[in-house]
């Protein structure tokens, strides 16, 4: 059984337990958590990484740094209304637990939700599946190489890469720093987006939530089972690294869950790729007519006043978030004790009414029919697959043939932060610092390095 006075703990990594009191009158340890990611160049990185459609183009559309601001925003509502509502029912508690539900919880979720898609490779979802379509295909020699250095678990991180996994990676890691830790940010943002917490060997279990996907790599298992520790958050197998959601993982997850449905039809709206009306049906059907303030009828009175599209589209959206995060907020609040168990089986979303529920499948329905298959998006997953692998075959060349006299080249070109050291060093820690260098490109860093090392965009004097 967890405890709220005990998730929010504000010990960080690469500090003594000891260290972690807040000593700014200005701002607390979790509007730091939020400061340092948001001047993070991981973070600004997002801005050149592709959310749905491809970058950049004619129409603006959703990139990585602009859909996590907006899943940060409605996290921060999300977070509001629901701590209030912990604070106000816990009487018995210290000021301190109430002063943060009432007023620094809100910086966790938004720090958390910042930090959702920090680990994400080039190419949205579709280099993820690049990533681990080069391990599966590995040549046989370097695929022998592979098999014995690695351990079963260290195998899968690369065989099923995980984003969720390394967006811990990218927040702990030290990539070059004598001092550890990483961005060093609390226990309680860094398990806020574990939505998957287990390891490659227990994940993609599609029977739990838990383990639908992995939460963290070979490399930060001792950072994770500390967490765990500190913030009371039980495992769920004795014998194995599955543990329970920390229970403000839900609240990350929900925020994202509703921009993403809601953003990605706004941006095909945008495109050409949906026509109002359908949006306008889709986004309509989510409103019934009981509501005083979200009254399906009062919104299309509204709605027919406004004279640019996007504009109608734009408080259509407004107005669905406003329900959307009334309407979460009373399910997790409805949900605590599963909460507080680790026993909730399913994403906030799905305790939607059955009328909500229906139009959330319909917009699912349609984007998977006419919006994720759009050629546009096809495009850019084909080019991603073909741009990260080559980019992965060239450089884990380092890694597996130290000796060849093109790869003591490529070693020049990797930035010294990606640490590749033959004596100090593991295979799997040098491996992973290849991916870690891959991952963290941009788009067009990624297309540009893969067109270089191709001879395809070089300049000469002559």
């Not at 690469?14 to 730091?32: A, P």
């Given at each position: 059984?967890?405890?709220?006075?005990?998730?929010?703990?504000?010990?960080?990594?690469?500090?003594?337990?000891?260290?972690?009191?807040?000593?700014?009158?200005?701002?607390?340890?979790?509007?730091?958590?939020?400061?340092?990611?948001?001047?993070?160049?991981?973070?600004?990185?997002?801005?050149?990484?592709?959310?749905?459609?491809?970058?950049?183009?004619?129409?603006?559309?959703?990139?990585?740094?602009?859909?996590?601001?907006?899943?940060a925003s409605v996290g921060r509502s999300l977070a509001s209304a629901i701590?209030?509502?912990?604070?106000?029912?816990?009487?018995?508690?210290?000021?301190?637990?109430?002063?943060?539900?009432?007023?620094?919880?809100?910086?966790?979720?938004?720090?958390?939700?910042?930090?959702?898609?920090?680990?994400?490779?080039?190419?949205?979802?579709?280099?993820?599946?690049?990533?681990?379509?080069?391990?599966?295909?590995?040549?046989?020699?370097?695929?022998?190489?592979?098999?014995?250095?690695?351990?079963?678990?260290?195998?899968?991180?690369?065989?099923?890469?995980?984003?969720?996994?390394?967006?811990?990676?990218?927040?702990?890691?030290?990539?070059?720093?004598?001092?550890?830790?990483?961005?060093?940010?609390?226990?309680?943002?860094?398990?806020?987006?574990?939505?998957?917490?287990?390891?490659?060997?227990?994940?993609?279990?599609?029977?739990?939530?838990?383990?639908?996907?992995?939460?963290?790599?070979?490399?930060?298992?001792?950072?994770?089972?500390?967490?765990?520790?500190?913030?009371?958050?039980?495992?769920?197998?004795?014998?194995?690294?599955?543990?329970?959601?920390?229970?403000?993982?839900?609240?990350?997850?929900?925020?994202?869950?509703?921009?993403?449905?809601?953003?990605?039809?706004?941006?095909?709206?945008?495109?050409?790729?949906?026509?109002?009306?359908?949006?306008?049906?889709?986004?309509?059907?989510?409103?019934?007519?009981?509501?005083?303030?979200?009254?399906?009828?009062?919104?299309?009175?509204?709605?027919?006043?406004?004279?640019?599209?996007?504009?109608?589209?734009?408080?259509?959206?407004?107005?669905?978030?406003?329900?959307?995060?009334e309407n979460i907020s009373n399910i997790f609040m409805s949900n605590e004790?599963?909460?507080?168990?680790?026993?909730?089986?399913?994403?906030?979303?799905?305790?939607?009414?059955?009328?909500?529920?229906?139009?959330?499948?319909?917009?699912?329905?349609?984007?998977?029919?006419?919006?994720?298959?759009?050629?546009?998006?096809?495009?850019?997953?084909?080019?991603?697959?073909?741009?990260?692998?080559?980019?992965?075959?060239?450089?884990?060349?380092?890694?597996?043939?130290?000796?060849?006299?093109?790869?003591?080249?490529?070693?020049?070109?990797?930035?010294?932060?990606?640490?590749?050291?033959?004596?100090?060093?593991?295979?799997?820690?040098?491996?992973?610092?290849?991916?870690?260098?891959?991952?963290?490109?941009?788009?067009?860093?990624?297309?540009?390095?893969?067109?270089?090392?191709?001879?395809?965009?070089?300049?000469?004097?002559?």
């Open positions: 059984m967890m405890h709220w006075n005990k998730l929010y703990n504000n010990t960080r990594t690469g500090r003594k337990k000891s260290e972690n009191t807040t000593t700014s009158s200005n701002r607390n340890s979790f509007q730091r958590d939020y400061d340092r990611i948001i001047f993070s160049s991981a973070f600004r990185r997002l801005q050149n990484k592709t959310q749905v459609f491809p970058l950049p183009g004619t129409v603006f559309v959703h990139n990585r740094l602009t859909h996590s601001l907006e899943v701590g209030k509502r912990i604070a106000d029912k816990y009487t018995n508690e210290t000021e301190a637990f109430k002063d943060f539900y009432k007023y620094e919880f809100s910086s966790v979720i938004g720090a958390a939700c910042l930090a959702h898609d920090i680990g994400n490779p080039p190419f949205g979802h579709s280099g993820e599946d690049a990533i681990r379509y080069f391990f599966e295909n590995l040549p046989a020699s370097e695929k022998s190489i592979f098999e014995t250095q690695l351990s079963t678990n260290q195998q899968l991180d690369f065989l099923k890469f995980e984003g969720n996994a390394n967006a811990i990676r990218t927040l702990t890691h030290p990539f070059g720093e004598n001092e550890l830790g990483g961005y060093k940010l609390t226990y309680a943002t860094l398990a806020s987006i574990v939505k998957y917490p287990t390891d490659s060997t227990n994940g993609f279990n599609k029977k739990s939530l838990h383990t639908k996907k992995s939460g963290f790599f070979d490399s930060e298992i001792h950072i994770w089972e500390d967490i765990a520790k500190t913030l009371g958050i039980p495992k769920l197998s004795e014998d194995s690294h599955i543990y329970a959601r920390h229970p403000f993982v839900y609240i990350v997850e929900a925020a994202d869950d509703i921009c993403y449905r809601i953003i990605d039809l706004e941006d095909s709206h945008r495109l050409g790729i949906i026509s109002l009306e359908r949006i306008t049906e889709l986004y309509m059907d989510m409103f019934g007519d009981s509501h005083n303030y979200f009254n399906r009828s009062k919104i299309r009175e509204q709605y027919e006043k406004i004279n640019d599209d996007n504009n109608k589209i734009q408080y259509l959206r407004a107005m669905l978030i406003g329900l959307l995060v004790m599963l909460l507080l168990e680790g026993n909730l089986s399913k994403s906030l979303l799905d305790y939607l009414p059955e009328q909500q529920l229906k139009a959330i499948k319909q917009i699912d329905d349609w984007s998977v029919k006419d919006l994720y298959n759009h050629t546009s998006i096809v495009e850019i997953e084909v080019a991603g697959y073909k741009v990260i692998g080559e980019l992965l075959k060239t450089f884990t060349g380092v890694v597996f043939n130290e000796s060849n006299p093109l790869n003591k080249k490529l070693l020049k070109l990797i930035p010294a932060q990606f640490i590749i050291d033959y004596e100090q060093q593991s295979f799997y820690e040098n491996l992973m610092s290849i991916v870690d260098y891959i991952t963290s490109m941009t788009d067009l860093y990624a297309v540009d390095l893969y067109k270089k090392i191709n001879g395809m965009n070089l300049i000469t004097n002559v």
